[in-house]
């Protein structure tokens, strides 16, 4: 392996909590949020493929691989999410929806 | 040298990122991501991962990050230079979570020392095994789940008869 | 069980007995039985059949008296070595004193039946007034501190529920209230007395303390005293707890004259009486006693003189005559204060009764500037209210004219500074009384009947002869009281023998001294009554009562407010109280507790609405709170591995 598993942790850890920030403070454009969430999974896959790679087995890559499947279907259904709502309020402002509340 | 490379890399990666994050026009924010993404896929193919950099470029880069640009400019979310990035008070409740959690598992990850087993490269064909025998019933799950979301996507996607 | 220290028959056993439970067992059937199973005219004659079968037994107990008893009925409190039983001490003082209740109280009881004759609420009445003459004889047969104090509080009671008969009218409520709080004033005394008492000495019986007075040092007895003074101050209508007598005239006529002229008010004389060998011996409380029955005696004169409501000229010439009791007890003279006790309660109800009459006639009309010529139309009571007033003023030869000289020369034998001064002040007390005992003699009696309708409320009503046949007796006994205790120079004073103790002299006046001081006591009250005529009588009155129309002014109003006492009180006391009250009511009442109770629920209620905020469907909101979550995990399981 070409640098310590920990590096690669390192730079996985730093693109997780880049991608949590992303998240955390985009009120206002839930695209940006959901961006936040492909940064987060993919710092996720990174830690895979590198562990994979450390322990030389395959089995962190195919759940990379996994990874990435789930994520296009993640990321179909919540755009198909936002244009709807987008038709519904002509806002994209995640604070603007709060019917689900008690 | 692909140590070097490495490091190289993931600095972009990260400056990449950041750039994404803090970037208020949305396909401005994509393209940066787009960079990205392209170098950790590179990274991916230093760790002996091609498929796994392929598949990120693919279908990452090229799907899902198209889908995203699709969407933002399907939805003509206004003037972009006049969009207001979110301000500094909101920033400082994430970033303090943010560096928390970066801490907390920094420390966690520095102090792990595993031994490998053995080093070696991690041949496509290998992979193909592995994922075939070993994780075959996941396949056909996952395959399914991309079946429930090509469905509903489409239910949410469909126009209403006004 | 009898203990006795003279011979004592079953019948008189029975007979002492008798003379307490048939005024309650005649209260108790009254009150259960009355408006139900008996007849009005049922429970009137059972309430007057039990008055006058006391009398009867206190008549047979006195043929057959010979010596002091004790009789013990039965056990009551006993715990410990604290014991009190039902016993009861015949003395000279108590039969004397349960011979005057009982006939006197019967009188009225007869009086009453005419009076209340419209009275819904007879029931409760006549009860009520059983009840009292009941408690009445208790106390004054007590032979126990506990079942004096019994019968104190039992007085108490009975006047308070007397006074506010007609409780449906707030002011009568308001009387009733202020006399049970002001007398309670006066009963801590008694209390705090009788429970240090047995502490001193082991024993609550009167006639063991009264002997046992010497063990104790004088600091200690000047204490008891002076205890026992507040104790009489509140229940005798005595300076400074006198307020609230004025205003119990708001309660019918009869329970005035039968409570408030007769005997609840010398309760607290002969309780000082009861007691004098035990608190007799500290020259402080004769001197507390003395001054406050002086002064009280002034006061009560003075205040009577610029009175307008007939009863309260009556209540305040009460206030007075008891301070001349107290003077009395003051000067160590027993006998005199007792004389001019007995013969006061005669002429007192007696007038009570009279006035009583005057104001049913009028249609309830107490205003005396709005009665006149009354001697023409109700003769029947003219007469004996006259003999009562002379009685009063202090007319040679009548009862009351001997008693209170009795009274004065006692005082003036004690001699020095102190009791010289309160000789003058008698004096001066004694002038003021004929003033205006004439003054009322002549406004309510004399002139014609009032020329214009407007002032009087219509023509006078006949009264029925059952009112007015009970002040003949009264009257008889007032002018002829005199008898009772002839001074010395005349005769042998029956009273002063009976009542004298084994073994104490009292000192006696020389005849020529008390042949002086009568003299002057004589050329006092004619004066103050020629006073009086000059200024009510003939054509004058019609000029005092134009004057009265106006609305008193300067020393008028002053006396008429009774030295503005009552104001004085209400800034003191009543004032502060309330305020205190509304405070502790409205700030720390309402304020803090109800409040804090109210805020504490409030802030349960807006905690959980804070915590149900979280719940709003912010989805930022989620998003944040579950990363903290996260960050919280991770940094806990950080801090576990390293």
Redesign the interface.
């Known amino acids: 392996m070409i640098v310590p598993l920990e590096h690669v942790l390192m730079l996985a850890i730093i693109l997780f909590s880049l991608g949590?920030v992303c998240?955390?403070v985009w009120?206002s454009n839930v695209i940006m949020?959901l961006i936040g969430i492909e940064i987060m999974l993919n710092a996720a896959m990174l830690v895979f493929v590198g562990s994979s790679c450390h322990w030389g087995k395959a089995d962190g890559q195919v759940f990379a691989l996994m990874i990435m499947a789930m994520t296009s279907a993640e990321v179909s259904l919540a755009l198909a999410l936002v244009v709807y709502l987008h038709r519904r309020r002509n806002t994209v402002d995640?604070?603007e929806?709060?019917?689900?509340?008690? | 040298m692909e140590q070097t490379l490495f490091y190289i890399l993931a600095v972009v990666t990260v400056i990449g990122t950041i750039l994404a994050i803090t970037e208020k026009h949305p396909v401005h924010a994509i393209v940066y991501l787009v960079t990205s993404f392209f170098s950790l896929a590179v990274i991916f193919f230093l760790l002996a991962a091609p498929l796994i950099a392929m598949f990120e470029i693919i279908i990452y880069a090229g799907a899902v990050m198209v889908l995203f640009m699709f969407v933002i400019m399907m939805l003509d979310l206004g003037r972009p230079d006049e969009a207001k990035r979110p301000a500094l008070r909101q920033w400082l409740?994430?970033l303090i979570?943010?560096g928390?959690?970066l801490v907390?598992?920094g420390?966690?990850a520095a102090?792990h020392s595993g031994v490998p087993d053995a080093a070696g490269e991690i041949t496509v064909r290998e992979f193909a095994v592995t994922l075939f025998r070993k994780y075959g019933v996941a396949i056909e799950i996952i395959s399914m789940q991309l079946l429930f979301a090509v469905v509903g996507a489409l239910y949410l996607g469909r126009r209403r008869r006004p | 069980m009898l203990m006795n220290s003279g011979s004592c028959g079953t019948k008189m056993k029975i007979c002492l007995e008798l003379i307490i439970l048939l005024p309650l067992l005649g209260g108790i059937a009254n009150a259960l039985l009355g408006g139900r199973l008996l007849s009005r005219r049922g429970s009137e004659v059972m309430a007057c059949a039990a008055i006058w079968g006391s009398f009867a037994a206190t008549l047979a107990v006195a043929a057959v008296y010979s010596s002091p008893v004790t009789l013990e009925i039965a056990s009551w409190l006993a715990a410990f070595d604290f014991n009190a039983a039902f016993s009861l001490y015949l003395d000279p003082l108590s039969l004397l004193l349960c011979l005057m209740i009982t006939f006197v109280c019967g009188l009225i009881h007869i009086y009453a039946v005419g009076y209340m004759r419209d009275d819904p609420s007879f029931v409760r009445f006549f009860a009520l007034l059983n009840l009292f003459v009941a408690a009445m004889l208790t106390l004054v047969l007590a032979g126990n501190l506990p079942l004096l104090y019994l019968g104190w509080e039992g007085v108490g009671f009975c006047s308070y529920a007397l006074i506010g008969f007609w409780y449906k009218d707030p002011k009568n409520a308001t009387a009733g209230r202020k006399a049970f709080i002001v007398t309670r004033i006066g009963d801590i005394g008694l209390g705090i007395a009788i429970v240090w008492l047995f502490q001193l000495f082991g024993t609550l019986s009167i006639t063991e303390i009264n002997k046992m007075g010497f063990l104790m040092p004088m600091g200690v007895i000047t204490a008891l005293g002076l205890l026992m003074l507040l104790a009489a101050m509140g229940k005798s209508a005595q300076v400074p707890l006198m307020v609230w007598l004025p205003d119990a005239m708001a309660g019918p006529t009869p329970v005035s004259a039968q409570i408030h002229a007769a005997t609840m008010v010398t309760a607290g004389v002969y309780l000082l009486m009861r007691m004098f060998p035990l608190i007799g011996v500290s020259a402080t409380v004769t001197a507390a006693i003395a001054v406050t029955g002086a002064l009280t005696a002034f006061y009560g004169a003075t205040c009577a003189l610029a009175q307008r409501d007939l009863k309260r000229i009556l209540a305040f010439s009460t206030i007075s005559q008891i301070g001349y009791m107290m003077l009395g007890v003051g000067a160590g003279a027993i006998s005199a204060a007792t004389f001019h006790l007995l013969v006061h309660a005669f002429f007192k109800a007696l007038l009570f009764l009279g006035a009583g009459c005057v104001i049913t006639a009028l249609h309830h009309e107490q205003d005396i500037f709005r009665m006149g010529g009354l001697r023409r139309t109700l003769p029947g009571t003219y007469w004996p209210f006259l003999a009562g007033a002379l009685c009063l003023a202090g007319v040679p030869l009548t009862g009351g004219f001997f008693s209170k000289d009795g009274i004065l020369g006692a005082v003036w034998l004690k001699g020095g500074i102190l009791y010289g001064g309160l000789y003058i002040v008698g004096l001066i007390t004694a002038f003021i009384t004929a003033v205006y005992t004439m003054r009322m003699l002549l406004i309510v009696f004399g002139g014609e009947i009032p020329l214009n309708p407007p002032l009087s409320k219509g023509e006078v009503k006949p009264l029925p002869r059952i009112m007015e046949w009970p002040l003949i007796p009264l009257a008889l006994l007032g002018l002829c009281g005199g008898i009772i205790n002839l001074p010395d120079y005349l005769g042998r004073g029956l009273l002063n023998s009976f009542l004298a103790q084994p073994g104490s002299q009292e000192q006696i006046l020389s005849h020529s001294t008390e042949l002086l001081l009568q003299g002057v006591a004589v050329v006092v009250a004619l004066v103050g009554m020629s006073t009086a005529w000059l200024r009510f009588g003939g054509l004058r009155r019609q000029l005092r009562m134009a004057e009265a129309q106006q609305q008193a002014r300067g020393l008028n109003a002053f006396l008429l407010n009774g030295w503005r006492v009552d104001a004085l009180y209400g800034l003191l006391f009543i004032r502060p109280y309330v305020w205190l009250s509304s405070l502790l009511w409205q700030r720390i009442d309402e304020g803090c507790i109800d409040d804090s109770l109210d805020s504490m629920a409030s802030l349960l209620g807006r905690c959980g609405q804070w915590l149900?905020s979280w719940?709003?469907?912010?989805?930022?909101l989620s998003?944040?709170s579950m990363?903290?979550g996260?960050?919280l995990m991770?940094?806990w399981?950080?801090w576990m591995?390293?």
């Not at chain 1, 929806?97 to 008690?102: G, K, N």
């Not at chain 3, 719940?615 to 930022?620: D, E, F, L, T, W």
């Open positions: 949590l998240t955390l009120r949020l995640v604070d929806f709060r019917e689900l509340r008690d | 409740l994430p979570l943010g928390i959690i907390s598992i420390l966690l102090g | 149900g719940g709003q469907g912010r989805v930022s998003l944040i990363a903290a996260a960050a991770i940094v399981l950080a591995v390293l």
